[in-house]
Structure formats: C-alpha cells, structure tokens
C-alpha cells in the first residue's frame, strides 16, 4: 500500500506540473515498476491505486476547502506542490476510508513528506492533518448524534 501511494503522490504531482493526465502517469508509472515490484501491477493493487487517484481528482475541491480551512495562513495555490498533494490524498483517505485509523493515515503523509518533501514537510504536513482529522472526526460524531437523537419529546397532536 505504501508503495502505491507514493505511485498515486508521483502521478499527481507530475500531472500539475505538467500536461500529462493522471490516470495516465499513473499507467506509465505501473509499467515502469512491474519488473522491479510486480505486486504493484496486480489488479486489487493497481485497481486500489486508480481508485485513489479518482477520488482525489474527483473531490479535489473540496479536499482544498479542507486544506484552506486548516492552514488559513497558507493559500492552497501558494503551498508546494508535492505537500498540497500529500495533503490531499491524506484527507482524501480520511474522508473516504473511514476503516484505516487516522494515525496510520496521518503517518503515511508524514512518511511521504519526508521522502518527498522539504524540511519542513513532515511537520507542516502534520499539523494540517491533526486539525483536519479532528474537525472530521468532530463532524462524524454530530452527524451520528444526529441520528441517534430521540424523538420530540413533544409529538405533534392529531387534529
């Protein structure tokens, strides 16, 4: 799994700086790494990684607004590439994959910041992703709360 998220992060990095389509790098990318890890080419892996990559172009806005939100001293477009996309598959994971524990998800962007990124990634990276699992979490909790609430206490009467 690691291993495809740094396919998914090399795919969507080369696709914003470049003209190339995601999907497509992401293709190149497989084939490129079949001889060395052929696991990576095998269907569940490489249909796990395109529906990754899908998701994240997919939501893209509102994993922004997420972003804009947590770290408002920092605009989305002004941040470097590579932590922008970290960022977003991150949260991406964490809206979408609600079985994988938010600090394992939280220590995979971590880990990619530090391949990846500068340094002061890794932190950067964190923090973001601290308050945004939180403010999830928080949101997951109301909506449940929500749903659990007891009827009225007082029914409307029949007329």
Not at 124 to 143: H, K, P
């Amino acid at each position: 799994m690691r291993r495809m998220r740094y396919l998914v992060l090399e795919s969507l990095y080369e696709a914003e700086t470049s003209a190339h389509a995601a999907e497509a790098v992401l293709a190149r990318r497989l084939s490129e790494v079949r001889e060395e890890d052929p696991e990576l080419a095998t269907a569940g892996l490489a249909g796990f990684g395109r529906g990754v990559l899908r998701g994240v172009l997919q939501r893209r806005e509102e994993l922004d607004g997420h972003i804009r939100q947590a770290a408002v001293k920092y605009p989305v477009e002004s941040l470097a590439v590579v932590d922008r996309n970290i960022l977003r598959l991150a949260i991406w994971e964490l809206l979408a994959d609600t079985s994988a524990p938010v600090a394992a998800v939280v220590n995979e962007a971590v880990e990619l910041a530090h391949r990846y990124g500068g340094e002061s990634s890794p932190g950067f990276v964190n923090g973001v992703l601290r308050t945004v699992s939180t403010r999830i979490q928080a949101a997951r909790a109301a909506a449940g709360d929500a749903e659990e609430a007891p009827p009225s206490a007082h029914p409307q009467q029949e007329s």
